[in-house]
C-alpha cells in the first residue's frame, strides 16, 4: 500500500490554506464596493467616513464590505487615538496577482501549442492534394 511521508501532507495543508486564501481574495473582490474601496486604500490610509464617502451605501453597509476585506486579509485596521484608519495589505493582493501571473502562462502556453497544431493539420491537406497533384 503506498502511503505518504509526513512532509507531503503538510506542503499539501499548506496549499490549501493558500488556495482558500486566494479564493476569500477573488471572492471579496468579485463585488465592485469592494474593488472600489481597494482601489481608494492602493492610494493610501483611509478612514471608515472616508472610504464611505463616494458611495451611496450607509456606515453600517461599508463596515460590513470592510470586515470582508479584512477577513480575507486585503486590509488591516489599526487604531490612532479615536480614528481606526484601514491600509491595503499589499501582499494579499501580490498573493493574487502571481496567482493570475502564472496561469495567464499555463494558458498562454496551451493556446500556442494548439495554435501550432491547428496550423499544422491546415497544412497537412494542401500538402496531401499538392503530392496527389489535385
Given at each position: 500500500?503506498?502511503?505518504?511521508?509526513?512532509?507531503?501532507?503538510?506542503?499539501?495543508?499548506?496549499?490549501?490554506?493558500?488556495?482558500?486564501?486566494?479564493?476569500?481574495?477573488?471572492?471579496?473582490l468579485?463585488?465592485?464596493?469592494?474593488?472600489?474601496?481597494?482601489?481608494?486604500?492602493?492610494?493610501?490610509?483611509?478612514?471608515?467616513?472616508?472610504?464611505?464617502?463616494p458611495?451611496?451605501?450607509?456606515?453600517?453597509?461599508?463596515?460590513?464590505?470592510?470586515?470582508?476585506?479584512?477577513?480575507?486579509?486585503?486590509?488591516?485596521?489599526?487604531?490612532?487615538?479615536?480614528?481606526?484608519?484601514?491600509?491595503?495589505?499589499?501582499?494579499?493582493?501580490d498573493?493574487?496577482?502571481?496567482?493570475?501571473?502564472?496561469?495567464?502562462?499555463?494558458?498562454?502556453?496551451?493556446?500556442?501549442?494548439?495554435?501550432?497544431?491547428?496550423?499544422?493539420?491546415?497544412?497537412?491537406?494542401?500538402?496531401?492534394?499538392?503530392?496527389?497533384?489535385?
Amino acid at each position: 500500500m503506498w502511503r505518504r511521508s509526513i512532509p507531503e501532507q503538510l506542503k499539501e495543508a499548506e496549499v490549501t490554506v493558500v488556495e482558500d486564501r486566494l479564493g476569500d481574495t477573488f471572492a471579496a473582490l468579485a463585488d465592485p464596493t469592494r474593488r472600489a474601496i481597494v482601489a481608494r486604500l492602493a492610494t493610501g490610509d483611509a478612514t471608515v467616513n472616508e472610504l464611505a464617502a463616494p458611495f451611496d451605501i450607509t456606515l453600517p453597509g461599508i463596515s460590513k464590505h470592510l470586515k470582508v476585506l479584512e477577513r480575507c486579509g486585503l486590509i488591516s485596521r489599526t487604531r490612532h487615538a479615536q480614528f481606526r484608519p484601514c491600509h491595503l495589505e499589499h501582499e494579499a493582493l501580490d498573493s493574487a496577482v502571481d496567482w493570475i501571473e502564472q496561469n495567464r502562462r499555463i494558458w498562454t502556453e496551451r493556446f500556442d501549442k494548439l495554435d501550432a497544431h491547428l496550423q499544422e493539420i491546415q497544412r497537412s491537406p494542401t500538402q496531401a492534394r499538392k503530392v496527389e497533384g489535385r
